[in-house]
Nanobody, 121 residues
């Protein structure tokens, strides 16, 4: 009914940049919070950044000043610009959208399948 398609994952050297994008498609009534999470090998999934429908943003301390989240409400897209990448940023990055589907009563968190970002030293 709703799908999230992520793109942009790649292998990059330390200090480099990567831009991730996620497009939500399907029977969407409204997208509320959109965000990115990541999971490094052997670690739990953690929040990277979120953005509300009013463009309020929240970042993990570890990425503040290096990552920028943005969204385009017209096409239900959320992006993550990642600069000054470090090897510890290596992880699978997951898109999350809290949305309500057409005819639905409640907002649900919907997840993408993940895209791998590898930062080499």
């Amino acid at each position: 009914q709703v799908q999230l398609a992520e793109s942009g994952g790649s292998l990059v050297q330390a200090g480099g940049s990567v831009r991730l994008s996620c497009v939500a498609s399907g029977s969407i009534f409204r997208a509320y919070v959109m965000g990115w999470y990541r999971q490094a090998p052997g670690k739990q999934r953690e929040l990277v950044a979120t953005i509300t429908s009013g463009d309020s943003t929240n970042y993990a301390d570890s990425v503040k000043g290096r990552f920028t989240i943005s969204r385009d409400n017209a096409i239900n897209t959320v992006s993550l610009q990642m600069n000054s990448l470090k090897p510890k940023d290596t992880a699978v990055y997951y898109c999350m959208v809290r949305l309500r589907v057409l005819g639905g009563a409640n907002a649900l968190d919907t997840w993408g399948q993940g895209t791998l970002v590898t930062v080499s030293s």
